[in-house]
């Protein structure tokens, strides 16, 4: 049964920064590829980063393109979501998230992604 889980979250000011953590079990981590979302209170989820099983190829949103950096460590089944200069905005609950198929071209679509984490929650002050 693969499992995600998130940690990393907490309240910062704005400007700071935080590094989110998901580490997965439950099959070949270094077979997938993995995506980071988030979910403010009312809104959609919406696509933040994902990166590719090889850690090759990544991509961002508009909003996190140059202040978030997505890495995985293949070794230690984890991806990680480096957040710099943060802003009240990015406040919500951050996801990541898992293709089902192995070797899967990264997607933005969260529908594109079968398993989840609980979510870790990022409160930017301003």
Not at 91 to 104: D, I, N
């Amino acid at each position: 049964q693969v499992q995600l889980v998130e940690s990393g979250g907490g309240l910062v000011q704005a400007g700071g920064s935080l590094r989110l953590s998901c580490t997965a079990s439950g099959r070949t981590f270094s077979m997938y590829t993995m995506g980071w979302f988030r979910q403010a209170p009312g809104k959609e989820r919406e696509f933040v980063a994902h990166i590719s099983w090889t850690g090759n190829t990544t991509n961002y949103s508009d909003s996190a393109k140059g202040r978030f950096t997505i890495s995985r460590d293949n070794a230690k089944n984890t991806v990680y979501l480096q957040m710099n200069s943060l802003k009240p905005e990015d406040t919500a609950v951050y996801y990541c998230a898992q293709r089902g198929l192995p070797y899967s071209i990264p997607d933005s679509r969260p529908s594109s992604y079968r398993y989840w984490g609980q979510g870790t929650q990022v409160t930017v002050s301003s």
